[in-house]
């Protein structure tokens, strides 16, 4: 089954370091993965996606993210975060189907100063 | 353009009563979405749209109804609330299939069941 997994669920960073979040994924086929942030209180954004191609995919905001299919990864990342930058962030996995997505259970980044 | 609306944004129930949730796009998206959040959970899906006239059950379907009111409309129904209900409503849309498009999401309903 398929299937997406954020093994941090929370992560604090200083501002003006580098962040990597994690997310791995199980899909039998070339898998259609996003990467969406939740602010606080709101609805959720894209901040990239990736179908095929290029494996290191650039978002908004100054987001990456590097799809790795030998290790079945799909790694956020970002060089220098920002106050800003502190949401929840979800990797999501496009069906089978291609009728939904199917969401890991999430990352909390807080940013100290 | 206004994207993804929903009423209310917030709401508290009694077990037992019922309500219904309304989203409506105005994007001319053909796809249309409701997923619940809770804590530690993520996102889940309850039901779906693929196009208008159609609809499909997700992850977590029990306890819920939906209706596919026209191309700009999805709304959600709980018949009889429980306290298991209790969580954050999403709804989303897109323009075809999830798989391939951008879902844009409603800023959510927050609903407290007693």
């Known amino acids: 089954a398929q299937s997406v997994t954020q093994p941090d669920i929370h992560i604090t960073v200083s501002e003006g370091a580098s962040l990597e979040l994690r997310c791995n994924y199980s899909?039998?086929?070339?898998?259609?993965l996003f990467w969406y942030v939740q602010s606080p209180g709101q609805g959720l954004q894209l901040l990239l996606k990736y179908f095929s191609g290029d494996t290191l995919v650039q978002g908004i905001k100054g987001f990456e993210a590097e799809f790795k299919r030998s290790q079945s990864s799909f790694n956020l990342r970002k060089p220098s975060v920002h106050w800003s930058d502190a949401a929840e962030y979800f990797c999501?996995?496009?069906?089978?189907?291609?009728?939904?997505?199917?969401f890991g259970k999430g990352t909390t980044l807080s940013v100290s100063s | 353009n206004a994207g993804v609306t929903q009423t209310p944004k917030f709401q508290v129930l009694k077990t037992g009563q019922s309500m219904t949730l309304q989203c409506a796009q105005d994007?001319?998206?053909?796809?249309m979405y409701w997923y619940r959040q809770d804590p530690g959970m993520g996102l889940r899906l309850i039901y779906y749209?693929?196009?208008?006239?159609?609809?499909d059950k997700g992850e977590v379907p029990n306890g819920y109804n939906v209706s596919r009111l026209n191309k700009r409309e999805f709304s959600l129904r709980l018949e009889s609330a429980a306290p298991s209900q209790t969580s954050v409503y999403f709804c989303?849309?897109?323009?075809?299939?999830?798989?391939?498009?951008?879902?844009?999401f409603g800023p959510g309903t927050r609903l407290t069941v007693l």
């Open positions: 749209s693929a196009s208008e006239g159609t609809t």
């Open positions: 999501a996995v496009g069906n089978q189907a291609g009728t939904a997505l199917i």
């Open positions: 899909y039998g086929a070339t898998p259609y």
């Open positions: 989303a849309s897109s323009l075809q299939g999830a798989t391939y498009n951008e879902q844009f």
């Open positions: 994007m001319n998206h053909n796809s």
